[in-house]
Protein backbone atom coordinates (compact mmCIF):
# COMPACT_ATOMS: atom_id res chain seq x y z
CA UNK A 1 0.00 0.00 0.00
CA UNK A 2 0.96 3.65 -0.92
CA UNK A 3 -0.21 6.55 1.18
CA UNK A 4 -0.62 9.84 -0.18
CA UNK A 5 -1.18 13.28 1.73
CA UNK A 6 -3.84 15.34 -0.16
CA UNK A 7 -4.37 17.75 2.55
CA UNK A 8 -3.02 18.86 5.50
CA UNK A 9 -6.71 20.15 6.70
CA UNK A 10 -6.40 22.82 9.46
CA UNK A 11 -9.17 22.44 12.65
CA UNK A 12 -10.18 25.66 13.70
CA UNK A 13 -12.56 26.84 16.98
CA UNK A 14 -15.89 26.68 16.54
CA UNK A 15 -18.14 29.03 18.20
CA UNK A 16 -21.34 30.88 17.80
CA UNK A 17 -21.41 34.50 16.18
CA UNK A 18 -22.44 36.23 19.45
CA UNK A 19 -19.76 34.78 21.15
CA UNK A 20 -17.55 37.22 23.18
CA UNK A 21 -14.58 35.52 21.35
CA UNK A 22 -15.92 35.35 17.60
CA UNK A 23 -14.48 38.78 17.02
CA UNK A 24 -10.81 38.02 17.39
CA UNK A 25 -8.97 37.09 13.65
CA UNK A 26 -6.85 34.41 15.70
CA UNK A 27 -7.48 32.56 18.84
CA UNK A 28 -4.74 31.07 21.74
CA UNK A 29 -5.34 28.10 24.15
CA UNK A 30 -5.20 30.78 26.99
CA UNK A 31 -8.00 32.91 25.34
CA UNK A 32 -10.40 29.25 25.04
CA UNK A 33 -9.40 27.92 28.03
CA UNK A 34 -12.16 28.63 30.31
CA UNK A 35 -14.55 28.32 28.42
CA UNK A 36 -16.83 25.03 28.06
CA UNK A 37 -15.89 22.44 25.23
CA UNK A 38 -17.84 20.02 23.12
CA UNK A 39 -15.41 17.63 22.13
CA UNK A 40 -15.07 13.95 20.93
CA UNK A 41 -14.95 10.88 23.14
CA UNK A 42 -11.44 9.60 24.14
CA UNK A 43 -9.58 8.30 21.85
CA UNK A 44 -10.88 9.76 18.60
CA UNK A 45 -8.95 12.36 16.54
CA UNK A 46 -9.03 15.74 17.77
CA UNK A 47 -8.53 14.80 21.19
CA UNK A 48 -5.28 15.57 20.97
CA UNK A 49 -5.45 18.85 20.41
CA UNK A 50 -8.02 19.04 23.04
CA UNK A 51 -5.04 17.88 24.91
CA UNK A 52 -2.70 20.26 23.33
CA UNK A 53 -4.99 23.19 24.16
CA UNK A 54 -5.11 22.03 28.30
CA UNK A 55 -1.32 21.71 28.58
CA UNK A 56 -0.37 25.27 27.14
CA UNK A 57 -3.13 26.62 28.90
CA UNK A 58 -1.71 24.91 31.84
CA UNK A 59 -5.34 23.85 33.01
CA UNK A 60 -7.99 21.28 32.38
CA UNK A 61 -10.83 21.67 30.30
CA UNK A 62 -14.13 21.96 30.93
CA UNK A 63 -15.32 19.49 28.87
CA UNK A 64 -19.28 19.92 28.68
CA UNK A 65 -20.59 17.46 25.95
CA UNK A 66 -18.41 14.58 23.58
CA UNK A 67 -20.07 14.26 20.23
CA UNK A 68 -18.52 12.24 17.58
CA UNK A 69 -20.42 13.47 14.70
CA UNK A 70 -19.39 17.16 13.09
CA UNK A 71 -23.11 18.19 11.80
CA UNK A 72 -24.39 17.25 15.79
CA UNK A 73 -21.25 19.48 17.35
CA UNK A 74 -21.89 22.43 15.22
CA UNK A 75 -25.74 22.10 15.88
CA UNK A 76 -24.47 22.12 19.92
CA UNK A 77 -22.22 25.12 19.30
CA UNK A 78 -24.87 26.99 17.45
CA UNK A 79 -27.04 26.81 20.27
CA UNK A 80 -24.52 28.01 22.81
CA UNK A 81 -23.61 24.59 24.06
CA UNK A 82 -19.82 25.41 24.08
CA UNK A 83 -17.13 25.68 21.66
CA UNK A 84 -15.34 22.60 19.71
CA UNK A 85 -12.79 22.03 16.92
CA UNK A 86 -14.24 21.61 13.76
CA UNK A 87 -12.05 20.74 10.01
CA UNK A 88 -12.14 24.32 8.14
CA UNK A 89 -12.70 22.89 4.71
CA UNK A 90 -14.22 19.03 4.84
CA UNK A 91 -17.05 19.38 7.49
CA UNK A 92 -20.19 21.13 6.38
CA UNK A 93 -20.20 25.07 7.34
CA UNK A 94 -23.17 26.34 9.41
CA UNK A 95 -24.48 29.19 9.54
CA UNK A 96 -24.79 30.08 13.38
CA UNK A 97 -20.91 29.15 14.32
CA UNK A 98 -18.16 30.92 13.27
CA UNK A 99 -14.47 29.50 12.97
CA UNK A 100 -11.23 31.22 13.92
CA UNK A 101 -7.88 29.99 13.39
CA UNK A 102 -6.40 28.49 16.48
CA UNK A 103 -2.54 29.29 17.43
CA UNK A 104 0.05 28.08 19.77
CA UNK A 105 -1.14 24.32 19.20
CA UNK A 106 -0.58 22.11 16.26
CA UNK A 107 -4.30 22.06 14.89
CA UNK A 108 -4.74 20.53 12.05
CA UNK A 109 -4.94 16.69 10.56
CA UNK A 110 -3.98 14.91 7.19
CA UNK A 111 -5.63 13.46 4.95
CA UNK A 112 -4.38 10.66 3.11
CA UNK A 113 -5.50 8.71 0.14
CA UNK A 114 -4.12 4.93 0.09
CA UNK A 115 -3.57 2.68 -2.64
CA UNK A 116 -1.91 -0.18 -4.26
CA UNK A 117 0.68 0.75 -6.13
CA UNK A 118 0.54 -1.46 -8.87
CA UNK A 119 -3.29 -0.48 -9.71
CA UNK A 120 -2.24 2.85 -10.91
CA UNK A 121 -1.73 1.17 -14.00
CA UNK A 122 -5.28 1.30 -14.30
CA UNK A 123 -6.73 4.42 -16.27
CA UNK A 124 -9.80 4.38 -13.81
CA UNK A 125 -7.15 4.56 -10.69
CA UNK A 126 -5.68 7.01 -12.14
CA UNK A 127 -8.57 8.96 -12.86
CA UNK A 128 -9.81 8.87 -9.34
CA UNK A 129 -6.12 10.02 -7.77
CA UNK A 130 -6.06 12.84 -10.22
CA UNK A 131 -9.46 13.54 -9.11
CA UNK A 132 -8.95 13.56 -5.56
CA UNK A 133 -5.77 15.77 -6.34
CA UNK A 134 -8.05 18.56 -7.79
CA UNK A 135 -10.75 18.28 -5.00
CA UNK A 136 -7.32 19.08 -2.30
CA UNK A 137 -6.20 22.08 -4.40
CA UNK A 138 -9.50 23.66 -4.85
CA UNK A 139 -10.13 23.39 -1.09
CA UNK A 140 -6.73 24.41 0.08
CA UNK A 141 -7.12 27.16 -2.59
CA UNK A 142 -10.24 28.67 -1.28
CA UNK A 143 -8.26 29.48 2.04
CA UNK A 144 -5.56 31.70 0.26
Do not use: C
Not at 65 to 84: D, Q, W
Not at 93 to 118: C, M, Q, Y
Amino acid sequence: MTTTTLLSEPIDVALPPGHVLASKPLLTPRDVADQPWITVHDGFPLMSIIEAIASVANRRLDIVHRINEFAVVAEAVAAGGGLALLPRWTARRHPDVVLKPLSGVHARRDIDVLHRPERTARKAVRTVLAELHRAAARMQGRDR
